[in-house]
Structure formats: structure tokens, C-alpha cells
């Protein structure tokens, strides 16, 4: 098997999808990130940059004749990250497995709920169970990891030390991919799953709509401690950010500062601007691009459709 670990952006943008001549470069997708390890790849985060990652992944699928087996792993319920759910054309297909994780809300009493509060009529014609793939919801929280093992297709969640799930874990030989979970406080209403993904020695840390806090996030600084790839909100200029009458304090979303900050507190190798504002045009992400180097010298904006290969 291939021990190529990559990473790659299908849709850097935050709040809402946008387009027009002024955001080509950087492109207008909302939140979704692929982690590929070997032959095997997990999905984080549905906006709306996963539908037509989701159409390559059916073809592929379909032209090798083999049944579509898939993970979506959710940091939250937050509209530009689930808005492509509804429109994923695996989760129509007969033959497709989904395995779809993500926080229980404040308001709900399961992430599934949460989910199929969203996808019914009068807000979309088709209702979650009318979905033709076989899709297995479950809550993922504060210290659960999941793990991929060689050789099966489902995950295993495991709550750590929880002494009932100690025998879930399989052996160290069999692990092809662990998922960590650290929830986040920083981000309205009910806070943010922030995940750590590690294969073959390496590591990635996926960290968007968190904020930061005086002196950083020090849980979050020894989460991410030495990771080869931290991918980090930097929604916000410092203009943005403070400037009157609507500062974006508060909002639950870092500025480059911040998310540099962060890189050299969790001394990362590799750090990643993420979950772009959708009025910062090209040329402002330029801009960023310029701004952060001098912050933290082994920093890229994210772009629709790059890849990291770790
Ligand atoms: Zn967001
Ligand atoms: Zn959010």
C-alpha cells in the first residue's frame, strides 16, 4: 500500500459560497478538507466545496465498479459547513456507505437529529431517510478518537480510558488512521470539534471557526503540539477585526495573527490560513499571503484545490 499522506482544500471559504472574477485564484467553495492516507481518504467538513469532490469521488467509484465507501467527519452544524450535504451525490446513490460523525448541539439530542432537522421539507424536497445511500450517524465529542484500520471499511469510535471501549481498540500493527477530537469553546453557540489526524508517523490539525483567547489557546497550543500541518481559521485582517461600528470579535473566528501566533506556540512545521471571509478578494488574500510570512515564515493561504503532500 502507498504511504503517501496528502492533504487537499476543496473549499477554503467561510460563512457563505462565493464567485466572480475578483475570488478565481483563491476560489469561493465553503469548508471541506480531504485527508488522504494510502488508498484510503476521509472527508472533513460538507460545505459547499464537496459536491463536486463528491462527483469525482462517485465516478471513481462507479468506473472501477466497486460500491462507494465514505467518512465525513463534521467540526459543527454551521450552514457553510453542511450546506453541500443535501447536494453530495453519493448520499443519493443506492450502493454508497456513509459514516457521518459530528457534534450533538445544544438543542438537539444527536448530531443525526441535527442533521435531519435540516434536510426535510419545507427547507429542501428531500428528506435524510429518502437518501438512497446507507448512512451510519454517530456523535463525536471531547476525546473520542476514531480509528481506521487496515483492511475494514467502517471506523471505530473509542472514548479514551472509557473502560468499556478499551477493547474496541485495535492493535497498533492494524491502525492506518487515527482521528483525535478536542472540542472548542471559542466559537457561537455551541462551540467546535477540532480534530487531529495522524497516519504514518505524521500529522495534521484541523482547527477552523476558533477564535483565540489572551496569550493563545493553550489547549489547543499542546493539541497541535509539532504537527507537520496545521490548518487554522484566519477568517479576519486586524482591520476586520477591530474596526468600528462592527467589530468581528467575538465572532468565533481568528486574524492572521492569531493563527500565527498559534503556529509558533504548537511550534508546527507547516501552517495553513483557512475559512477566507467571502468579501476577502484575491488581492487581499495576496495581501495576507505577504503579511503572514513575516509572522510565521512557513505559512500559505489555502486555495480551492490545493494539495499538501506531507
Ligand atoms: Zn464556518
Ligand atoms: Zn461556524
Redesign the pocket.
Known amino acids: 500500500m502507498s504511504s503517501e499522506f496528502s492533504v487537499t482544500i476543496h473549499g477554503c471559504r467561510?460563512?457563505y459560497p462565493i464567485n466572480g472574477e475578483e475570488f478565481n485564484r483563491y476560489g469561493g467553495a465553503?469548508?471541506c478538507v480531504v485527508i488522504r492516507y494510502g488508498e484510503r481518504e476521509i472527508i472533513f467538513d460538507a460545505?459547499s466545496g464537496i459536491i463536486n469532490y463528491g462527483k469525482e469521488l462517485l465516478g471513481r467509484s462507479l468506473s472501477a465498479g466497486q460500491p462507494l465507501i465514505a467518512t465525513i467527519v463534521f467540526?459543527?452544524s454551521?450552514f457553510?459547513?453542511l450546506v453541500g450535504l443535501p447536494y453530495f451525490p453519493p448520499i443519493f446513490h443506492p450502493e454508497s456507505t456513509l459514516y457521518l460523525y459530528g457534534p450533538r448541539s445544544s438543542r438537539f439530542d444527536s448530531f443525526e437529529e441535527t442533521i435531519e432537522t435540516l434536510i426535510q421539507a419545507p427547507y429542501y424536497p428531500v428528506a435524510l431517510h429518502e437518501m438512497r445511500a446507507l448512512k451510519f450517524f454517530e456523535d463525536i465529542g471531547e476525546a473520542d478518537v476514531l480509528y481506521f484500520s487496515r483492511g475494514k471499511a467502517a471506523p471505530v469510535k473509542v472514548r479514551s480510558r472509557h473502560p468499556e471501549h478499551l477493547d474496541r481498540i485495535p492493535d497498533d500493527d492494524d491502525i492506518d488512521i487515527e482521528v483525535h477530537c478536542m472540542r472548542g469553546y471559542n466559537h457561537p453557540k455551541s462551540g467546535v470539534n477540532i480534530y487531529k489526524i495522524k497516519a504514518g508517523g505524521r500529522t495534521v490539525v484541523y482547527a477552523?471557526?476558533t477564535e483565540g483567547y489572551v496569550h493563545g489557546d493553550q489547549r489547543l497550543a499542546e493539541f497541535a503540539r509539532g504537527a507537520d500541518l496545521l490548518i487554522h481559521?484566519a477568517?479576519y485582517t486586524d482591520d476586520h477585526y477591530t474596526s468600528m461600528p462592527v467589530p468581528t470579535q467575538g465572532y468565533g473566528?481568528s486574524t492572521v495573527q492569531i493563527a500565527t501566533n498559534m503556529a509558533k506556540m504548537a511550534e508546527v512545521e507547516k501552517l495553513c490560513l483557512f475559512?477566507h471571509d467571502p468579501t476577502s478578494t484575491d488581492e487581499i488574500l495576496d495581501h495576507v499571503g505577504e503579511i503572514s510570512v513575516d509572522l510565521f515564515d512557513n505559512t500559505v493561504v489555502a486555495k480551492d484545490g490545493m494539495t499538501f503532500t506531507l
Open positions: 467561510g460563512s465553503t469548508s460545505g467540526t459543527h454551521h457553510d459547513h477552523t471557526d481559521d477568517m473566528h475559512h
